[in-house]
């Protein structure tokens, strides 16, 4: 299969390809032309790629579980690599929620200021300090 066929097919870009070889992710055979051709299994492991890729994994994380995935064994520590990688997943989205939920109360303050907010406003004060929020 072509370049072109397995770019459409998985639904990335060519170039996406090029830099997937680049990674020793994914290998072709040259034609004697010197076309890059690929084994109809290409599509399924480009699809694999992406996932892992999506998973916030590094080439070096992806180059090992795509071994792992297709040699049908598991690299010693990989799992520990992975579990550790999931684990920091969880502590930044535990943040981002917890900005969020700060963020939420910044909104609801700004929609309905406290009424000594209010007021210092109608008197044409100056703006509130942070000390309101």
Request: charge should be positive; glycine fraction near 10%.
């Amino acid at each position: 299969m072509r370049i072109g066929e397995v770019a459409r097919r998985a639904g990335v870009s060519v170039r996406a390809l090029r830099y997937y070889e680049e990674q020793d992710l994914l290998r072709a055979e040259r034609s004697s032309g010197g076309q890059r051709r690929y084994p109809d299994s290409a599509v399924d492991r480009v699809q694999l790629i992406q996932q892992l890729y999506a998973a916030g994994l590094p080439s070096r994380s992806v180059r090992e579980v795509l071994r792992s995935v297709y040699a049908g064994t598991v690299e010693p520590g990989l799992l520990d690599r992975l579990e550790s990688e999931r684990a920091r997943i969880t502590t930044r989205i535990t943040e981002l929620l917890a900005a969020r939920d700060r963020l939420d109360g910044v909104i609801a303050t700004t929609r309905n200021p406290p009424p000594a907010c209010a007021r210092g406003r109608a008197r044409g004060g100056p703006a509130p300090s942070a000390a309101h929020g």
